[in-house]
């Protein structure tokens, strides 16, 4: 059985130790696949000389994380990989997580993806996002889960394909378990695997939330296959005016313009995310 832990670096030295050392001393050993997305922080000199048995790819550009996911799921397919492992920079995990979900996926082999519970430094709670969505949880399933730690069998990357292009930042993996739904895969949390997601809660601004909240967050609900096109638009329509009430900002009837003028391309996605993929040559989404 391989496995390839695939790990976007951007900027991120702080976090690259305690990272890539728990793939290291992982019960379950795993192949470490490290993207750099132009880091000028000295990432990629860190990882080549700590980690030499890490296949260290230098993009010439930051392509952003799903994108540079791609690539390295795509080298998974192609040399054959069982299972790959998305792990975000930020993120590690307990040397018996990687052999604890393996194990759950064997025995349940019906889900395409399969998380650990993602916990704050120091395993003393867990992080505030993944706590809203473990608690809709049921029987361990839920709808989405943040790909910071991703579980996934080949056979659901070959059927559910790549990252979409539709989602240079936020959303992939929104999108991409709404696909694998569809095409049958259940998605799930493992309780008795941990791991660790260090992310800081800052203030941002407003145009940033809104961007991601509710441009990125409608976008993701046109693209759901599992709802037709013309309920979740009008969920969308009804989406604009709670947000622009909450956030006493016209930014998302700015952004509903350009959500409806997006609606062709949103329409061919559709189609080509109800379409099966076949190994090797998984698609993008694109």
């Known amino acids: 059985m391989k496995i390839l832990v695939i790990v976007v670096t951007y900027n991120g030295l702080k976090w690259l130790d305690r990272c890539l050392s728990s793939v ?24 080549r000389s700590r980690f030499p048995e890490a296949k260290l790819i230098r993009s010439a550009e930051n392509l952003g994380f ?9 080298y998974a397919l192609n040399k054959g990989y069982d299972y790959v492992y998305l792990l975000n920079q930020d993120a590690w995990i307990e040397s018996s997580t990687l052999g604890t979900l393996v194990a759950a996926h064997q025995a349940h082999p019906e889900y395409g993806v399969l998380s650990p519970l ?7 709670a867990l992080d505030r996002q993944f706590g809203k969505i473990l608690r809709s949880a049921q029987n361990d399933c839920v709808k989405r889960v943040m790909a910071a730690h991703w579980l996934v069998p080949r056979k659901a990357l070959e059927t559910v394909g790549l990252f979409s292009g539709l989602f240079p930042i936020y959303g992939n993996d929104d999108n991409w378990c709404d696909r694998a739904r569809y095409h049958g895969f259940k998605v799930g949390i493992v309780p008795t695997a941990r791991a660790v997601h260090d992310r800081a809660y800052r ?7 809104i961007f991601r909240n509710y441009y990125m ?3 993701v609900r046109l ?3 599992n709802r037709p096109l013309w309920e979740r638009f009008l969920y ?9 009430v909450k956030y006493r900002s016209i930014l998302p009837f700015k952004h509903f313009r350009s959500l409806c003028r997006m609606l062709p391309e949103v329409r061919k996605a559709r189609q080509d995310f109800k379409s099966v993929s076949s190994a090797p040559g998984a698609r993008t989404g694109r």
């Open 24 to 47: 290291r001393a992982s019960e379950l050993p795993a192949d470490l696949f490290v993207w750099d997305n132009d880091s000028t922080d000295g990432s990629p000199d860190f990882v």
């Open 66 to 74: 799903a994108e540079a996911n791609n690539k390295g799921m795509q």
């Open 118 to 124: 993602q916990m704050t430094d120091g395993f003393t």
């Open 203 to 209: 203030q941002e601004p407003q145009e940033k939330v």
């Open 217 to 219: 967050g409608s976008l």
């Open 223 to 225: 693209c759901d296959i």
């Open 236 to 244: 969308v329509c009804l989406f604009t005016l709670v947000k622009t």
